[in-house]
Structures are given as C-alpha cells and as structure tokens.
Antibody, heavy 122, light 108 residues
Framework: EVQLVESGGGLVQPGRSLRLSCAAS????????MHWVRQAPGKGLEWVSG????????GYADSVKGRFTISRDNAKNSLYLQMNSLRAEDTALYYCAKDRVAVAGAYYFDYWGQGTLVTVSS | EIVLTQSPGTLSLSPGERATLSCRAS???????LAWYQQKPGQAPRLLIYGASSRATGIPDRFSGSGSGTDFTLTISRLEPEDFAVYYCQQYGSSPPAFGQGTKVEIK
C-alpha cells in the first residue's frame, strides 16, 4: 500500500524558514518523480514544485521560485521542501504527491499524503 | 502559462442524476494531457481521470472524461451519495502544471 506522510508544518513568522518532509513507502521511491502541491484554506490546488527520480530535473511555480528548494533522498525514501522567506500567502496545507508515471514523470499525481499545515503569521 | 476555467462553480443535483462538469483551457492542452481529481472535505484529492479520458485504477465506470484541445468534460452518469464533492481539472501538457478552480457538486 502506497503511503505518503508529511511532517514539519507549523506556525512561523513572516520572513522565517521551515523545512517539510515526506516519508514514502509501498512503492519503489527512486522510480518516480515527486511533487509538492498546496491548498490555501478554503481555496483550490496549486502545484508548488516537482523533482525527477534522480533529482536531475526540478521545477518550481513562479510564486515560490528563489525561495523554496525541493530535494529528495532516495536512500531514505524521503522528499523535502525547504521554504525560506515565508510570506502570509504561503499559508496552506502542503501535500506530498507521487507522479503517476515512472522514470520520465508526467506531472500528474496518483497518490497524495494527508498534508501538513503551514501557517505564516506574526 | 495555461489557465483552466471550470464551470459551473457549483452544481446542485440529486442522487441518480447525471452531472456534467466543464473545464476550459486558455490555450490548447498538449496531447490531451488533462486530469480530473475528486476531493472530499478533510481529504486529499483522488485521481479520477488522466489523458482526458482514461480512468485511474479503481475508479467506477460511472465516471468518464472527454474532450480535446481547449474543452474538456467530466461526466458522472448517475450520482451516488459518495460522489458529492469538489472536482478539479489539471493540465500537465506544459509547464507549469495547473489546476482549475474547482466545481462543487452538492446535494439538491
């Protein structure tokens, strides 16, 4: 059974940093691209960032480019999101999501975690 | 950057009725790389449809997707009680991947 478990969310002041983690199990982690998708309270879904199976290809939404860094550790079956210079508009539930297509990746998502809430407020 | 617009915003229907949800793209979606997700309150999204018309694993056949280019449709042939939820379309044919704003299907 595929499981994705996010952690690391919390309340943080504007301008500060936070690091999210996602622990994956139930599939061959290093075969798949992985992504972060966020959802502001009461709002829709926004893709944040994605990373290929071997970290060779990385993408970011314009809204987080230069502030957020995605990474992965295939030996630990883990995905990370380093979030710097946080803003109030970054407040959201952050989901870890698995790409449906192995190796090449396709940037759509067949398994999601339950999310970790990030609140940016003074 | 492709913008997806979903309509209607809310659809009020009764169990057993047919639901038709629309997703329109601001420019053509490459190779019909269009997915649909269902999200219930307090839950993560669930993949329903990919490639505009292919059902994901375990998705009942009352869910179907169609369309190409800029106009896509999700149809639920007969609404079951568990189908009342918010539905999102997502394009993945060009970067960045983008979601529509969602359509809420509520019980009439």
């Amino acid at each position: 059974e595929v499981q994705l478990v996010e952690s690391g969310g919390g309340l943080v002041q504007p301008g500060r940093s936070l690091r999210l983690s996602c622990a994956a199990s139930g599939f061959t982690f290093d075969d798949y691209a992985m992504h972060w998708v966020r959802q502001a309270p009461g709002k829709g879904l926004e893709w944040v960032s994605g990373i290929s199976w071997n970290s060779g290809s990385i993408g970011y939404a314009d809204s987080v480019k230069g502030r957020f860094t995605i990474s992965r550790d295939n030996a630990k079956n883990s995905l990370y999101l380093q979030m710097n210079s946080l803003r109030a508009e970054d407040t959201a539930l952050y989901y870890c999501a698995k790409d449906r297509v192995a190796v090449a990746g396709a940037y759509y998502f067949d398994y999601w975690g339950q999310g970790t809430l990030v609140t940016v407020s003074s | 950057e492709i913008v997806l617009t979903q309509s209607p915003g809310t659809l009020s229907l009764s169990p057993g009725e047919r639901a038709t949800l629309s997703c329109r793209a601001s420019q053509s979606v490459s190779s019909s790389y269009l997915a649909w997700y269902q999200q219930k309150p307090g839950q993560a999204p669930r993949l329903l449809i990919y490639g505009a018309s292919s059902r994901a694993t375990g998705i009942p056949d009352r869910f179907s997707g169609s369309g190409s280019g800029t106009d896509f449709t999700l149809t639920i042939s007969r609404l079951e009680p568990e189908d009342f939820a918010v539905y999102y379309c997502q394009q993945y044919g060009s970067s960045p991947p983008a979601f529509g704003q969602g359509t809420k299907v509520e019980i009439k």
